[in-house]
Nanobody, 114 residues
Framework: VQLQASGGGLVQAGGSLRLSCTVSGSIYRINVMGWYRQAPGKQREMVARIIAGGATNYADSVKGRFTISRDDAKNTIDLEMNNLNAADTAVYFC?????????WGEGTLVTVSS
């Protein structure tokens, strides 16, 4: 399984970005896809997750600002990020959990300038 993320960049506070992740390989029907992030000097944290079937959950810090979606036909996971602030600056990683395994993509850097 491979995950390839894209869409990071530099944005001003209050702006928006959309991250996308394409998943390839052996993908099970039952899985959880998500986005995590790691800011400098901090541990990696969950940002948003979506299970097959569409149920989602979000970190409190991004509720109402970020929206996760998945397209199972295209095997993609998107993260729409609005009203970004400096605290959102981090490397963002897409993730696939299936069976007992975690698969990670290479991170994409999001930098929010204040």
């Amino acid at each position: 399984v491979q995950l390839q993320a894209s869409g990071g960049g530099l944005v001003q506070a209050g702006g928006s970005l959309r991250l996308s992740c394409t998943v390839s390989g052996s993908i099970y029907r039952i899985n959880v896809m998500g986005w995590y992030r790691q800011a400098p000097g901090k541990q990696r944290e969950m940002v948003a997750r979506i299970i097959a079937g569409g149920a989602t959950n979000y970190a409190d810090s991004v509720k109402g600002r970020f929206t996760i979606s998945r397209d199972d036909a295209k095997n993609t996971i998107d993260l729409e990020m609005n009203n970004l602030n400096a605290a959102d600056t981090a490397v963002y990683f897409c993730n696939l959990k299936q069976s007992r395994y975690d698969f990670w993509g290479e991170g994409t850097l999001v930098t929010v300038s204040s």
